[in-house]
């Protein structure tokens, strides 16, 4: 018997310097905090509304403290009007991969 694999949240892509995280937010939390896993996303609780742009603003500012990159690197790429977004980081070094492997380990198992 064999399992299928597990779906990835995130891919890197070196050739462009880019990784692209799959998210899955809930907006209006009464705190700021990842989750954990929600399928193939990383579900995060956004404590911001969704009107207004502020719950994407909470999500790259979420990011942005985790990876320590500059706003102007973080991109959220599809779904600015939905729970399930597509951002993407412009950096794909070894630093960044190593924050990327501590935000995993750091996963709550769902």
């Not at 209006?28 to 929600?38: D, E, I, K, S």
């Not at 193939?40 to 990011?63: G, T």
Request: aromatic share 4%.
């Amino acid at each position: 018997m064999t399992t299928a694999p597990v779906a990835r949240w995130w891919k890197t892509d070196p050739a462009r310097s880019k990784i692209t995280l799959t998210l899955h937010i809930q907006p209006n939390a009464r705190n700021t905090a990842m989750v954990g896993l929600h399928g193939d996303a990383l579900k995060l609780k956004i404590a911001a509304p969704a009107v207004d742009d502020k719950a994407n603003r909470a999500v790259i500012d979420f990011l942005h403290q985790w990876f320590k990159l500059p706003l102007s690197q973080i991109n959220i790429r599809q779904g600015s009007r939905n729970r399930r977004k597509i951002v993407e980081l412009a950096r794909c070094d070894a630093d960044t991969m190593k924050l990327l492997a501590r935000l995993e380990a750091s996963c709550p198992a769902n």
